[in-house]
């Protein structure tokens, strides 16, 4: 299985503002997926990290304010753009192993102020 | 409707005791279907998968009926660690997107 380093574990950000999260994988993965956690609630795909290509964006989720980037096949990003209170959420990655599910990082659990 | 329901619960029951938590889903063309755990606070992991024919681990038993589109979790002999959020997951393996359920909340007691 593949291990995942997702920094920061958490922040607290003025409104407005903007935060990158990073995920780091311990190897070469196809797709990277961003979620997001809001309080007591399920995970929710905000968009698939495609290496060599724009991200895919769910409805709902628009590129101006998650920007994503996919440099290599190791790593992503995701920003977090003018955040308001309503951002305040856990924001997690994930990558496909093989047939057996997905990992995740740890999360990064946002609160904007 | 969503794609994905489940009971939220709290299921609050004794150690020892045998729970069964369901789940449906309301898109036909899902191809893989999996069980994660989340402990508060933390990120979801795996718990298992489920096959059509049935699935067991240890304590744990995962079943699939397509026809139906529900998907079950059976857990015996409950431990206080067992005690968590168990998250119905559904994957369309066209896009390999994960679709989760709200979580049912898992409670063992002394």
């Known amino acids: 299985s593949a291990v995942i380093s997702q920094k920061p574990s958490r922040d607290i950000c003025q409104r407005g503002t903007s935060l990158t999260i990073q995920c780091q994988v311990d190897?070469?993965?196809?797709?990277m997926f961003w979620y997001r956690q809001q309080p007591g609630q399920s995970l929710t795909l905000i968009a698939t990290a495609n290496q060599g290509s724009e991200a895919t964006y769910e409805s709902g989720f628009v590129i101006d304010k998650f920007p994503i980037s996919r440099p290599n096949l190791t790593f992503s990003t995701l920003t977090v753009s003018n955040m308001s209170p309503e951002d305040s959420s856990i924001y997690l990655c994930?990558?496909?192993?093989?047939?057996?599910?997905?990992?995740f990082g740890s999360g990064t659990r946002l609160t904007v102020v | 409707r969503k794609e994905v329901e489940q009971d939220p619960g709290p299921f609050n029951v004794p150690e020892g005791a045998t729970v069964a938590f369901n789940c449906t889903y309301s898109n036909s063309a899902s191809q893989s279907f999996f069980w994660y755990r989340q402990d508060c606070r933390k990120e979801p992991k795996l718990l298992m998968s489920v096959y059509s024919s049935g699935n067991e681990d240890g304590r744990f038993t995962a079943q699939l009926n397509r026809a139906s589109q529900y998907i079950s979790l059976l857990i015996r002999d409950s431990k206080l660690s067992d005690s968590a959020t168990y998250l119905c997951v559904v994957n369309m393996r066209s896009t390999d997107k994960l679709i989760f359920g709200t979580g049912t909340r898992l409670q063992v007691f002394p």
């Open positions: 994930s990558v496909v192993i093989g047939v057996g599910g997905d990992t």
């Open positions: 190897s070469q993965v196809t797709m």
